[in-house]
């Protein structure tokens, strides 16, 4: 094992992905922008220059292009950029991608990773800090991942990269700096398994993204206050994990959904909504979502972080489970 940052595990994961399967391209000039990832990216350029394009900006355009290539053969890795940019190459990904294996009665597959970054960043505002994921949940056929951890990242990249369906792959820009033990060896995991981050026994908090990170900080403060809380990681939505989340309500008896979508239809909403369907008779309380606030991110840090999921709520909501 040794040490990583989130950007140094991604930019590893795309270079294995080049080196064991020609078919693989990466498309799109974010992946290039980003200061932790410099030194990796320009050996990536050096090795396999003929297989990273820059396309101008037009999402609709090269999000196109990567599906029509997909179909043809090639396994394309698309840099969308800010998770917002996704609605302009909307018709593409959910009405195409989507879609066309389905339609076409198997014949066609379309094996494209869409990546974007999303989420509240600081002073994104309403155009820049979106999470769209439960809006590409709500489109059937394409699988999500939503890692947390440079563990994690590495292992699911290797596994979309190999993938034959469209995938959607979220980072948020507040994970990039954050530091983890990834193993030596090269490695796969496989989507529609979830992980439990911390072992706990009083109240199950399922959370995704950078909010799984939160989630591990609001458990260690609760547990100077006397609460052991188990920290469940879905790590895809597309397949999900169901038996971990409802196994680990099943355990402590109380949940607290944490994701940075809307509150409003969010993933948060549906963890919720299957808990309730499939684990209510474990239940000793009622569930608690944390999420962000049902208005368009403001550009004031102060009321960004008025709206956002933090770890002191969190807590809160625990404590209005566990007394």
Aim: one cysteine or more.
């Amino acid at each position: 094992m040794r040490e990583l940052t989130y950007a140094e595990a991604v930019v590893e994961a795309l270079y294995e992905a080049l080196e064991e399967d020609e078919r693989v391209t990466l498309m799109g000039s974010y992946f290039l922008g980003l200061s932790p990832r410099r030194v990796l990216l320009d050996r990536l350029r050096t090795d396999f220059g003929t297989r990273i394009f820059d396309p101008p900006i037009s999402e609709i355009g090269f999000c196109g292009l990567a599906v029509g290539a997909a179909t043809a053969g090639l396994r394309p890795i698309v840099d969308v950029g800010t998770a917002s940019f996704i609605f302009n190459a909307w018709p593409t990904v959910v009405n195409e991608a989507a879609n066309v294996h389905y339609m076409t009665g198997g014949q066609t597959r379309a094996p494209v990773v869409f990546h974007i970054l999303h989420g509240l960043r600081g002073g994104g505002a309403a155009q820049h800090s979106h999470s769209p994921q439960a809006m590409l949940w709500n489109a059937p056929g394409l699988q999500i991942m939503l890692p947390s951890s440079p563990k994690d990242v590495k292992g699911l990249v290797r596994t979309a990269a190999m993938s034959d369906s469209p995938t959607i792959w979220l980072d948020h820009p507040r994970l990039l700096e954050v530091k983890g033990q990834v193993p030596e060896v090269r490695y796969s995991i496989p989507f529609g398994q979830a992980e439990v981050k911390r072992v706990g026994k009083d109240v199950s908090i399922v959370a995704t993204s950078f909010m799984v990170q939160r989630a591990l900080g609001a458990a260690e403060e609760l547990a100077k206050q006397g609460i052991d809380a188990e920290v469940v990681d879905p790590r895809t939505l597309v397949p999900l994990d169901k038996e971990t989340i409802l196994g680990s309500v099943a355990k402590t008896g109380r949940v607290v959904v944490v994701d940075e979508c809307h509150k409003s239809c969010g993933v948060a909403a549906e963890i919720a909504a299957i808990v309730a369907e499939e684990g209510y008779s474990s239940l000793k309380g009622p569930i608690k979502r944390v999420a962000t606030a049902d208005v368009p991110v403001p550009f004031s840090p102060r009321l960004e972080a008025a709206i956002e999921p933090t770890e002191e709520k969190i807590v809160a909501a625990v404590r209005s489970l566990v007394g």
